[in-house]
């Protein structure tokens, strides 16, 4: 593992060789620091088998948010996504001209890939709780996942529309929140 200032780095998980500025669709999964469920409770309804999410303030900012982003880049679609107590589960699809040439990842200013998109999202939902003083931090890193075939999003989809009635089964799950 490789040292900078004398700490080790975590190596990215980002697919090597894919330039994360080109057109696709992107599964995307943000956590929030130590999983704590900033936004919102699960309440189950047993009689009819289904489950909402009770949001807070800022679970329903963060989902206004999620849903202001093609606003801020007008080549981002949204698809399915989901804001669970302690993450988001969201599909993007980047839908830019054709490139000619690609480019790989690299280190330094970025704008227009799917860093950026995520980094501003991020960046706004952390400057909202600052701003009406309510605690709230993001984990470090996100999870991002290249869909590369129509089963897979549909697979995709389905676990995103699925995941709040599987919230019993999350680690991170507390009987009567």
Excluded at 42 to 59: H, M, N, R, V, Y
Aim: positive net charge.
């Amino acid at each position: 593992m490789l040292k900078f200032k004398n700490k080790y780095r975590i190596p990215t998980s980002r697919l090597k060789g894919w330039d994360y500025g080109s057109s696709g669709l992107y599964f995307i999964t943000i956590c929030t620091k130590n999983k704590v469920p900033y936004f919102g409770n699960i309440q189950f309804d047993e009689a009819k088998d289904t489950a909402s999410i009770q949001k807070t303030k800022l679970g329903l900012i963060a989902e206004n948010f999620w849903t202001e982003i093609p606003k801020h880049f007008a080549f981002v679609k949204l698809d399915e996504f989901i804001i669970m107590p302690n993450h988001i589960h969201g599909i993007i699809f980047m839908d830019k001209e054709p490139q000619v040439q690609w480019f790989e990842n690299k280190f330094g200013p970025q704008s227009s890939n799917l860093a950026s998109i995520i980094r501003s999202y991020k960046a706004a939902v952390k400057k909202y709780s600052t701003l009406n003083k309510i605690k709230f931090e993001w984990q470090e890193r996100y999870y991002d996942h290249i869909i590369k075939s129509d089963m897979e999003l549909e697979n995709i989809r389905k676990y995103i529309s699925e995941n709040i009635l599987k919230w019993t089964l999350d680690e991170n799950y507390i009987k009567n929140e």
